[in-house]
Antibody, heavy 133, light 109 residues
Framework: EVQLVESGGGLVQPGGSLRLSCAAS????????MDWVRQAPGKGLEWVGR??????????EYAASVKGRFTISRDDSKNSLYLQMNSLKTEDTAVYYC????????????????????????WGKGTTVTVSS | QSALTQPASVSGSPGQSITISCTGT?????????VSWYQQHPGKAPKLMIY???NRPSGVSNRFSGSKSGNTASLTISGLQAEDEADYYC?????????FGGGTKLTVL
C-alpha cells in the first residue's frame, strides 16, 4: 500500500524550531519529487515547498512565506522527507501535509525516459504544528 | 505570488451539474497545462481529482471533468451526489513554484 506518514508536530513558542518527518512506503521514493503543503485552521491549502530527487540534484524550492526559514531535505536510504522549520511565527500554525508528486518512466527501444508531473497524487494525513506562547 | 481565485461557495441539488472556476494569470494557469484539482472532506487529507487540466486519476468517477480557457480553469461535477459535498481546491504550477486557489465549498442541497 502506498503510504505517507507525517510526524514531529507539536506546540512550539514563537521564534522556536521544529523538525517534521514524513515516512514513505509502498513505492520507489527515490523516483519522486516530494512536497510539503500546509493548512492553517479554517483556511485553504498553501504550498510550502518541494524537494526534487537525486536525478535532479536534490534541488529545493520554497514558497516566499517560508523561504530562508524552512529547509526541506530527504534521505532516500530511509524513504523519508523532512521539513526543518526555524524562526517560527504564529502564522505558521497549521496542519502540515507531506505529498508525492507524479512520476512516470517510459521505456523505448534500449532506453527509458523519466517524466515528472506537477500534481500531488498521494498525501499523508498530516501533522499539526501550533506556534504559540 | 497571489493565490488563484475561486468562488467561496457553490451549491447544487442531487443529479444536477455544477462548475467551479479557478482564475489565475498567464504566469500560472494560462501559461502551463499543469492545473490540478483536489477534493477535501472535513478533517481529511486532500485527494487528487483532476491533473494536467483534464485528466482523471484511476479510480476517480467520470462525473468529474476539467477544462481550461485562457487564464481560467474549471472543474465540472455532473450528476451531483451527497458524497461530493466537500471543499475543492485548484492548483497550478508556476515558474518552479506551485500555488493553490483559496478553495470552494460545495454544498449538495
Amino acid at each position: 500500500e502506498v503510504q505517507l506518514v507525517e510526524s514531529g508536530g507539536g506546540l512550539v513558542q514563537p521564534g522556536g524550531s521544529l523538525r517534521l518527518s514524513c515516512a514513505a512506503s509502498g513505492f520507489t521514493f527515490s523516483d519522486h519529487y516530494m512536497d510539503w503543503v500546509r493548512q492553517a485552521p479554517g483556511k485553504g491549502l498553501e504550498w510550502v515547498g518541494r524537494a526534487r530527487n537525486k536525478a535532479n540534484s536534490y534541488t529545493t524550492e520554497y514558497a516566499a512565506s517560508v523561504k530562508g526559514r524552512f529547509t526541506i531535505s530527504r534521505d532516500d536510504s530511509k524513504n523519508s522527507l523532512y521539513l526543518q522549520m526555524n524562526s517560527l511565527k504564529t502564522e505558521d500554525t497549521a496542519v502540515y501535509y507531506c505529498a508525492r508528486e507524479g512520476f512516470a518512466r517510459y521505456y523505448y527501444g534500449s532506453g527509458s525516459r523519466n517524466y515528472y508531473y506537477y500534481y500531488m497524487d498521494v498525501w499523508g494525513k498530516g501533522t499539526t504544528v501550533t506556534v504559540s506562547s | 505570488q497571489s493565490a488563484l481565485t475561486q468562488p467561496a461557495s457553490v451549491s447544487g441539488s442531487p443529479g444536477q451539474s455544477i462548475t467551479i472556476s479557478c482564475t489565475g494569470t498567464s504566469s500560472d494557469v494560462g501559461g502551463y497545462n499543469y492545473v490540478s484539482w483536489y477534493q477535501q472532506h472535513p478533517g481529511k487529507a486532500p485527494k487528487l481529482m483532476i491533473y494536467d487540466v483534464s485528466n482523471r486519476p484511476s479510480g476517480v468517477s467520470n462525473r468529474f471533468s476539467g477544462s481550461k480557457s485562457g487564464n481560467t480553469a474549471s472543474l465540472t461535477i455532473s450528476g451531483l451526489q451527497a458524497e461530493d459535498e466537500a471543499d475543492y481546491y485548484c492548483s497550478s504550477y508556476t515558474s518552479s513554484n506551485t500555488i493553490f486557489g483559496g478553495g470552494t465549498k460545495l454544498t449538495v442541497l
